[in-house]
């Protein structure tokens, strides 16, 4: 590894360190990631697009590298792969507002045992109230970045849902996916997005392990 240099195309073929460092649990991810990815109810294109979304919001590198070349050769358009992106960068900007519900609980000392409940959701709209430029902003790029577009607000709405999972903000879960099922989409498109952001996620923890092999090497 390069001095200081703690990011590179070349570390991740590191990777296949793994298949002999953790054998077994390494064979499993790899069957489980690839069959994740392969078409079924939903089409390759559109799970390497939410691929790329959730890429985005664990931040991985390599991830992002890996299935903005899956995409490409799946068919996906430049503009598509943006529209992923802003759609992720929404979910993730407002997971951090829609927990905000929970931090108006904490500071007015709520007592009540239970930190989610759907009722407390209802709190968002005073942000309107204590920032409301910014959340004004916030509410038009919300709104902007699941409209339909290249891609289908159906579309956009399961990556909404994927990235929801890989945020882990459960208001968000709640509210895209009924929207995505108001949308069109099936339980089984459902749950088909949920697995891409479940091995995207997992995958992003494998592939950051390139980086402990650098770190306990050098």
Not at 13 to 38: K, N
Not at 176 to 205: C, F, N, Q, R, Y
């Amino acid at each position: 590894m390069e001095e200081g240099i703690l990011y590179k195309k070349e570390y991740f073929t590191r990777l296949e360190e793994f298949a002999s460092l953790a054998p077994e649990a390494f064979r499993t991810f790899i069957a489980f990631d690839q069959q994740v990815m392969e078409s079924g109810s939903l089409d390759l294109k559109l799970k390497e697009l939410a691929a790329i979304a959730v890429a985005h919001t664990t931040g991985c590198p390599y991830c992002i590298e890996l299935h903005v070349g899956n995409a490409k050769t799946a068919g996906a358009s430049k503009e598509e792969m943006g529209e992923a992106i802003l759609t992720a960068a929404a979910l993730k900007a407002g997971s951090a507002l829609a927990h905000g519900v929970n931090a108006l609980n904490a500071y007015d000392e709520k007592e009540d045992d239970v930190l989610y409940k759907k009722e407390y959701f209802n709190r968002l709209s005073e942000f309107s109230k204590l920032v409301p430029t910014a959340f004004q902003s916030f509410a038009a790029f919300d709104a902007e970045a699941v409209k339909g577009g290249t891609l289908s607000v159906k579309e956009k709405e399961l990556i909404a849902v994927a990235t929801a999972h890989t945020t882990g903000c459960p208001y968000c879960i709640e509210v895209h996916t009924k929207a995505a099922k108001a949308a069109g989409a099936s339980l089984e498109d459902t749950a088909e997005i949920i697995m891409v952001a479940a091995a995207l996620k997992a995958g992003s923890a494998l592939a950051h392990g390139v980086n402990a092999l650098n770190a306990y090497d050098s």
